[in-house]
């Protein structure tokens, strides 16, 4: 599989111009499912199959059966109006390197992706929640706390998917099989947040530029070693 997967192809470069890759292009499924397609905690396979019209990713088995789809994870924030301030006074060369280690299968993850109850799914509760920001350091944190079963500000949403989240047992089982343990302590008892972290209520946005750059800095590294962990799983 090492021959398969390049952690530094950048899925925008077979993605149609203006499109999004997490749904268009066809290098990131093929990644994602011959990287999830792998052992759950308790032992069963979590096999995934891309045949299903209109579904991205489906696993069917006596796990369950999950619609799965792909969700950037690492963000420039550099098309958002309010933050065009900041982002126009770090050169330009910077924000697009930045955009194009985000660009690389380290950045993606799946979650999934059929609606309950007519609600938003865990990629949309995420961009669009307040506290989130789709920031991922913050949603695996709320991510932790669904496991420790306390409140957070995506707890109903996650609560949703709680039989997609059971797969893995517990956050260390979450964590060691979507390669994310560059983003926790060694102990697995709290994230290493992109900015320092007090509570949901601080924003989430970097509020100044060297904000900014201490985010830039702490995302890139974790998808970077993110990547490397993806090279030698395989």
């Known amino acids: 599989m090492r021959n398969?997967?390049?952690?530094?192809?950048?899925?925008?470069?077979?993605?149609?111009?203006?499109?999004?890759?997490?749904?268009?292009?066809?290098?990131?499924?093929?990644?994602?499912?011959?990287?999830?397609?792998k052992h759950v905690p308790n032992g069963s396979y979590f096999d995934l199959t891309d045949t299903m019209t209109k579904v991205y990713l489906r696993h069917q088995s006596s796990l369950g059966d999950f619609s799965l789809s792909s969700d950037s994870i690492g963000h420039t924030y550099s098309k958002l109006k309010n933050m065009s301030h900041i982002i126009n006074?770090?050169?330009?060369?910077?924000?697009?390197?930045?955009?194009?280690?985000?660009?690389?299968?380290?950045?993606?993850?799946?979650f999934p992706s059929n609606k309950v109850d007519n609600k938003m799914t865990i990629n949309g509760?995420?961009?669009?929640?307040?506290?989130?920001?789709?920031?991922?350091?913050?949603?695996?944190?709320?991510?932790?706390?669904?496991?420790?079963?306390?409140?957070?500000?995506?707890?109903a949403t996650l609560q949703r998917y709680s039989t997609f989240f059971d797969l893995f047992q517990n956050f260390r089982g979450y964590?060691?099989?979507?390669?994310?343990?560059?983003?926790?302590?060694?102990?697995?008892?709290?994230?290493?947040?992109?900015?320092?972290?007090?509570?949901?209520?601080?924003?989430?946005?970097?509020g100044n530029v060297n904000e900014y750059l201490f985010y830039k800095n702490n995302m890139t590294n974790f998808i970077l070693a993110r990547n490397q962990r993806i090279s030698d799983s395989i």
Request: net charge negative.
């Open 175 to 206: 964590t060691d099989f979507f390669l994310l343990q560059d983003l926790v302590t060694e102990d697995y008892s709290s994230i290493k947040f992109y900015l320092p972290f007090k509570s949901f209520d601080n924003a989430p946005l970097p």
């Open 4 to 37: 398969l997967i390049d952690t530094k192809f950048d899925f925008y470069s077979d993605t149609p111009a203006g499109k999004d890759p997490d749904s268009f292009s066809p290098t990131l499924r093929r990644y994602h499912k011959l990287l999830w397609s």
């Open 89 to 110: 006074q770090v050169p330009s060369t910077e924000i697009d390197s930045f955009f194009l280690v985000c660009s690389t299968i380290g950045g993606y993850i799946i």
């Open 125 to 155: 509760s995420r961009g669009m929640n307040r506290y989130i920001r789709d920031r991922f350091d913050l949603t695996l944190e709320c991510i932790r706390l669904h496991y420790l079963r306390e409140n957070s500000p995506l707890s």
